[in-house]
């Protein structure tokens, strides 16, 4: 079974540049989550994507936003970067369907640094 | 709105010795608890879960129980080792939610030989 993984594992970027952050579900499942983790900080909810519609949002501007595919893979795309945006973005999969507790497998994490 | 504190770090502690890092909660309803754990370099993984108030949940000697009364989800193992260092999180996800985890502020353990 293969897990959730993440690409690329670490980002450069400028202040007001746009970057693009992809994640693979692991296998069978048909939800992705995404958090954004500062340094020394708990992960915060950005979004939550199922069969390819958001599905509930966490307190970010709408300069984040997302995507998800038919095969259930996911992207985060945030515009306009700022200092602050400079974290750990990690992704997360589960499997979302009726009565079932939506336990969700992280991925290794991408670390976006803004100059 | 929904939240979890943890307690400070960083907890320095000797191998064998007794672990309790305390996690509180403020939540409407039945919220369902869980503590991940996030090795150097790596990404979250589930330690343990419970779904309901007084479930006990455990995994790899570490246990926690879910108290409502006290709005507490403390996690305890008996005797750690040096490769449980890590950084521990308490977290929630409000009943009747879609999956949305919302986190403590995590709490560095640090186990020495």
């Known amino acids: 079974e293969t897990g959730v993984t993440q690409s690329p594992t670490h980002l450069i970027k400028t202040r007001g540049q746009q970057v693009t952050l992809r994640c693979s579900s692991q296998s069978g499942h048909n939800t992705v989550s995404w958090y954004q983790q500062a340094l020394g900080q708990g992960p915060q909810f950005i979004f939550q994507?199922?069969?390819?519609?958001?599905?509930g949002r966490g307190n970010f501007p709408p300069r984040f936003s997302g995507l998800q595919f038919p095969n259930y893979s996911s992207e985060l795309n945030v515009n306009a970067l700022e200092l602050d945006d400079s974290a750990l973005y990690l992704c997360a999969s589960s499997f979302s369907g009726r009565g079932l507790l939506n336990e969700q497998f992280f991925g290794p994490g991408t670390r976006l640094t803004v100059l | 709105g929904d939240s979890v504190t943890q307690m400070e770090g960083p907890v320095t502690l000797s191998e064998e010795a007794f672990l309790t890092i305390n996690c509180t909660y403020t939540?409407?309803?039945?919220?369902?608890l869980f503590w991940y754990v996030q090795y150097p370099g790596e990404g979250l993984q589930l330690l343990l879960k419970?779904?309901?108030?007084?479930d006990k949940g455990s995994n790899k000697g570490f246990e926690a129980t879910y108290r409502k009364e006290t709005t507490s989800f403390h996690l305890e193992k008996g005797s750690v080792q040096v490769s449980d260092s890590a950084v521990y999180f308490c977290?929630?996800?409000?009943?009747?939610?879609?999956?949305?985890?919302?986190f403590g502020q995590g709490t560095t353990l640090q186990v020495k030989p």
């Open positions: 994507y199922y069969r390819e519609e958001e599905n």
């Open positions: 977290a929630l996800i409000s009943s009747g939610n879609t999956g949305k985890l919302i």
């Open positions: 419970a779904t309901k108030a007084d």
């Open positions: 939540a409407t309803g039945y919220p369902s």
